[in-house]
Nanobody, 124 residues
Framework: QVQLIQSGGGSVQAGDSLKLSCVATGSVYDIAWFRQAPGQERAFVAVVSYNGAKSDYADSVKGRFTISRDGASNSVYLQMNSLKPEDTADYYC????????????????????WGQGTQVTVSS
């Protein structure tokens, strides 16, 4: 069973930056980040394709967050800049176990493996 091991996160001030990491213990394909704020549903943040060639972002983070992938180590990173209080949430990485012929998915139900979650708190 593949595991996704997350690191990073923490508490920062608005305007600061944070970097989240996610390492897969086995082979996976597309990897995405989702977040869930208190009392809200889980929401898509960003996704990168299995080879790192394609990526997609939620409108709310475009221009501020960057997802990247190190294929050699099967690791994915989420660089979060210009953080806002509304970015406060638990962040989860998720990975697909199979190669999809469709576009990158923003739907959580398409992902088979999930990380343990990491908390990000942004204070104003």
């Amino acid at each position: 069973q593949v595991q996704l091991i997350q690191s990073g996160g923490g508490s920062v001030q608005a305007g600061d930056s944070l970097k989240l990491s996610c390492v897969a213990t086995g082979s996976v394909y597309d990897i995405a980040w989702f977040r869930q704020a208190p009392g809200q549903e889980r929401a898509f943040v960003a996704v990168v394709s299995y080879n790192g060639a394609k990526s997609d972002y939620a409108d709310s983070v475009k221009g501020r967050f960057t997802i990247s992938r190190d294929g050699a180590s099967n690791s994915v990173y989420l660089q979060m800049n210009s953080l806002k209080p509304e970015d406060t949430a638990d962040y989860y990485c998720a990975a697909r176990s199979t190669l999809s012929i469709f576009d990158l998915s923003t739907k959580g139900y398409n992902y088979d493996y999930w990380g343990q979650g990491t908390q990000v708190t942004v204070s104003s």
